[in-house]
């Protein structure tokens, strides 16, 4: 997932930078920032494939739905196909030549 990476990479980036810092006579402690940072990234990434999971769960039940509809028909003998077996499984010869 390259989405997800580029936040990898940004959290790692932030890791690697110096937490406290002295400019001139001020000690700067950007902790706080940090974990902020991070604690997004992590946050951004967990809903990011929470809904990649939710978008191909959906999808997978669309398509066992639609299997489970074409069983349906073919067994009340609304579908005639001649690539099917009378005992209402698929021929695997009928799909060699996708």
């Not at 991070?38 to 929470?50: I, S």
């Not at 069983?71 to 077996?85: F, M, Q, T």
Request: charge should be negative.
């Amino acid at each position: 997932m390259i989405v997800c990476d580029r936040y990898t990479e940004v959290a790692n980036n932030v890791q690697m930078q110096e937490t406290i810092l002295t400019i001139q006579y001020v000690l700067l402690d950007s902790s706080p920032l940090k974990f902020a940072i991070l604690a997004h990234c992590q946050e951004w990434q967990n809903k990011f494939t929470g809904l990649l999971y939710e978008i191909a769960t959906s999808s997978l039940n669309d398509v066992n739905s639609y299997i489970d509809t074409m069983k349906d028909k073919y067994v009340n003998g609304a579908v005639e196909d001649s690539r099917l077996r009378p005992s209402g499984q698929l021929s695997l010869s009928s799909f060699r030549g996708r």
